[in-house]
């Protein structure tokens, strides 16, 4: 079979769904000998492998124009048995002959419409609809995601399939290099501040005594007007020389800032997924995260889950998790690797075959 993937989004920065097409299909390409796989974008500044491109300028409009209509043609040149579109949309028209696979990896854009521009929210209210229903097979990363497909526009369950998402092998070498941060601090990763809820944990921090020794590490590809956001919250808590914005961070050193790190601290408002749960539990970090969306799936124990809207039960579990016993502490950790373990991108892409194969 040839299959063709709309990687057009893997040509930004390397997180999120970018970095979610790469990981996959560098394990697809490793373990599947079998089937073709052709990559449609719209430049050439990152491939993954065999790359078919239609030359676009990088904007919104070469962006709709591509992923719904243009990338037709790439499909019916490559004579593509499958498609795949990685990110909430597929093209416009469905080609006979065809099979067409969905992946949604969150409605975040449904549950807080305020945190996307207007542009943002009409065309997904008008594009995923009719994407969902083109699709012979939809993929969600999570039960939770799933479930708000469901409740949101009404799938039928049969159609939706859940296939978690795995944690990249350089997280489970327990080799350490320098640390980065010289120190001690706890670590949280964000491209949101505010979905992330990090302004919540910068007020527990100010508060919290017991952190009186600790610097607040903040991570993540924010964009300006985030940071800048950010940034006067930072000062109105009279927090300038405790928070160190460590901004993108390479997967080498995302291992060291959760190696290094007292624990690791997700708050999240909403989650599709939430990798940098498990990315932490595979470095050996005490992790505390909400007791919402998907990350109840992926946390294995609810004493580390928090209400994200009340920071007196998050200044409590940050107290507990500084305060724990050197016993108490490695059955966490070990508790929480073995959760991680399991989330494997080689279990996800033999997943994602068994899909192709099945159409």
């Known amino acids: 079979m040839k299959i063709g993937v709309n990687s057009r989004i893997y040509q930004s920065e390397n997180t999120g769904v970018p970095y979610y097409i790469e990981c996959l299909y560098n394990k697809l390409l490793e373990i599947d000998q079998a089937n073709g796989y052709v990559f449609f974008q719209t430049q050439r500044n990152k491939t993954i492998d065999k790359t078919k491109t239609i030359n676009l300028p990088k904007n919104y409009f070469s962006a709709f124009l591509f992923d719904n209509f243009l990338i037709n043609k790439l499909i019916s040149k490559e004579k593509i048995d499958i498609f795949h579109g990685p990110a909430h949309?597929?093209?416009?028209?469905?080609?006979?002959n065809v099979k067409y696979i969905l992946t949604i990896h969150d409605l975040s854009f449904l549950i807080f419409r305020k945190n996307e521009s207007t542009l943002f929210n009409m065309y997904y209210k008008y594009a995923l609809p009719r994407s969902l229903k083109n699709a012979d097979v939809i993929i969600a990363d999570s039960q939770?995601?799933?479930?708000?497909?469901?409740?949101?526009?009404?799938?039928?369950?049969?159609?939706?399939?859940v296939i978690?998402?795995?944690?990249?092998?350089?997280?489970?070498s327990p080799k350490k290099t320098k640390r980065i941060i010289k120190d001690q601090y706890f670590f949280s990763l964000t491209t949101h501040p505010k979905r992330k809820n990090i302004y919540r944990v910068l007020e527990v921090f100010a508060d919290n005594k017991n952190l009186?020794?600790?610097?607040?590490?903040?991570?993540?590809?924010?964009?300006?007007?985030?940071?800048?956001?950010?940034?006067?919250?930072?000062?109105?808590?009279?927090?300038?020389?405790r928070v160190i914005i460590f901004s993108y961070a390479t997967e080498e050193q995302l291992k060291n800032l959760y190696?290094?790190?007292?624990?690791?601290?997700?708050?999240?408002?909403?989650?599709?997924?939430?990798?940098?749960?498990?990315?932490?539990?595979?470095?050996?970090?005490?992790v505390i995260s909400s007791n919402n969306s998907s990350l109840i799936e992926i946390n294995p124990s609810k004493d580390w889950l928090v209400n994200p809207y009340n920071n007196q039960d998050i200044s409590d579990k940050?107290?507990?998790?500084?305060?724990?016993?050197?016993?108490?502490?490695?059955e966490l950790l070990?508790?929480?690797?073995?959760?991680?373990?399991?989330f494997t991108w080689e279990k996800t892409a033999r997943s994602y075959l068994k899909i192709f194969n099945n159409l």
């Open 144 to 161: 939770n995601t799933k479930k708000d497909i469901k409740r949101f526009y009404h799938v039928a369950d049969s159609k939706i399939k």
């Open 89 to 96: 949309i597929l093209p416009f028209f469905k080609k006979n």
């Open 318 to 330: 940050i107290n507990k998790v500084l305060f724990l016993s050197e016993k108490k502490r490695a």
């Open 164 to 172: 978690y998402l795995g944690v990249n092998d350089i997280y489970f």
């Open 334 to 342: 070990s508790n929480n690797y073995n959760c991680a373990k399991k």
């Open 259 to 286: 190696q290094y790190a007292k624990f690791f601290i997700y708050p999240s408002l909403y989650e599709g997924f939430g990798l940098p749960v498990l990315e932490a539990m595979t470095c050996k970090c005490p």
């Open 212 to 241: 009186s020794d600790y610097k607040y590490v903040i991570a993540g590809l924010i964009d300006d007007k985030q940071l800048l956001l950010l940034e006067n919250k930072i000062k109105e808590l009279k927090l300038d020389n």
